[in-house]
């Protein structure tokens, strides 16, 4: 398979899973279909991915890098039973860095914020 086919099968699996997976979800989600890509590919082509801007990396959430296709903007949500990760619009406070600069007199250059509780699968699970 050409290199750069496996590339777009990696980035095609990350955008069918709005769940911000870690390189050996996507290995295990991309691999019944496409058994000849390694763990090692996939690693190797997210890591590049995120290198070149495409997708991101999203440390911090919890003890995973996981990886997101949505570039823009943007605030997560992280189900505490079923460790889905969840985009928050970004529009739902675009002043707050604002804000926060005005109220105090640190300038700020990127924020990361995460919510966390329990999302509307789990919800209607119980
Ligand atoms: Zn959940
Ligand atoms: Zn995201």
Redesign the pocket.
């Known amino acids: 398979m050409k290199y750069s086919k496996q590339r777009e099968i990696i980035l095609e699996t990350l955008k069918q899973n709005?769940i911000?997976p870690t390189a050996d979800q996507v290995y295990a989600l991309l691999h019944e279909k496409n058994p000849n890509i390694s763990l090692a590919t996939v690693y190797r082509n997210l890591n590049q991915l995120a290198d070149m801007n495409i997708i991101?990396k999203?440390t911090g959430l919890d003890n995973a890098t996981r990886f997101?296709?949505?570039t823009h903007k943007?605030?997560?949500f992280v189900c505490s039973k079923c460790h889905k990760?969840?985009?928050?619009p970004y529009n739902i406070a675009p002043d707050l860095s604002a804000q926060i600069e005005a109220q105090t007199s640190v300038k700020i250059e990127s924020c990361d914020i995460t919510f966390r509780g329990v999302c509307p699968d789990c919800m209607t699970k119980n």
Do not use: T
């Not at 990760?85 to 928050?88: A, N, P, Q, T």
């Open positions: 709005m911000h991101r999203v997101d296709h949505n943007h605030h997560h990760v969840y985009d928050i």
